[in-house]
């Protein structure tokens, strides 16, 4: 278990430091005292221009992982390959899939903005991974997330196209990252497609865990129903969690339920704050 992790945010939507980017995006970078890892990349190079103005030096990690296969969380690899150094990228198999989502305007396509053979001229090395993988010392990645809940359902406008034929995309690449420390459990999502509950009771089941110290990333609920978000409150709270750190595509009503039960155990962080124990 680890004493010591600090996981500072370098792609969000939310920023109040003028000299730093915001961006419709999600990217966190890792440190602990077994290696640095990047989960994520957001959607440009924000990132790495936020990296740069925070004193965080990219060059110390040789992993990136990246959640799943949409463009706000993977658009930035290509600007890290040519601009920082070459990496292992850890995915599943899915992550290029060619991705789908359908608006009232039509279909727009939401996956990587890249092709695999454009980023492996780039110095990337693809390790593909669809059950739990321990990348480094106590932290995971989750492998897929089993869909256990009924209230936490891919809703039909997400598609993704097999042949020539457009089918409902059940987002299985959806991983989230599991750091285990010394006060509990450290559950990151990136946009949490699989579900909140669903990850956290993954992380429980695969770490042999009980307690869960912080809860953070995105929850994909800014457009969910109020059932679904009472549903997942409950389940929240039965979890106890210490902190939750609601990133991203969480979505304002689920923050302000969040403030109204959690109350301070809710972090609201911005692009350039970190989250750390020591």
């Known amino acids: 278990m680890l004493s010591q992790v600090k996981l500072t945010i370098l792609s969000e939507n939310r920023v109040t430091d003028p000299n730093l980017i915001a961006e419709q995006g999600f990217s966190i970078f890792i440190e602990t005292p077994n290696g640095n890892i990047l989960f994520d990349t957001g959607q440009t190079r924000a990132f790495l221009h936020n990296a740069q103005q925070l004193n965080i030096d990219l060059s110390s990690i040789d992993k990136i992982m ?18 920082v150094k070459a990496a292992k990228i850890i995915c599943h198999p899915a992550l290029t899939n060619k991705k789908y989502r359908v608006y009232p305007e039509g279909r727009k396509d939401i996956g990587v903005p890249w092709e695999k053979k454009e980023v492996e001229s780039y110095g990337a090395k693809f390790i593909y991974k669809t059950r739990a993988y321990e990348v480094l010392s106590d932290v995971w990645i989750s492998g897929e997330i089993p869909r256990n809940t009924p209230y936490e359902q891919i809703d039909e406008t997400y598609q993704q196209r097999v042949s020539e034929s457009y089918i409902h995309d059940e987002i299985h690449d959806d991983m989230s990252l599991i750091i285990k420390t010394e006060k509990g459990l450290i559950v990151l999502l990136g946009c949490g497609h699989a579900g909140p509950i669903n990850s956290i009771k993954h992380a429980m089941r695969l770490t042999k865990t009980k307690h869960i110290y912080a809860v953070i990333g995105g929850m994909h609920l800014h457009h969910a129903p109020d059932e679904k978000i009472e549903k997942i409150m409950h389940n929240l709270e039965l979890l106890n969690p210490e902190y939750l750190v609601p990133l991203h595509c969480t979505g304002f009503n689920m923050i302000n339920r969040m403030f109204n039960l959690f109350k301070e155990r809710v972090k609201l962080l911005n692009v350039g704050d970190s989250f750390e124990i020591e």
């Open 66 to 83: 990246l959640s799943h296969g949409h463009y706000d969380h993977t658009g930035g690899l290509p600007f890290f390959l040519q601009e």
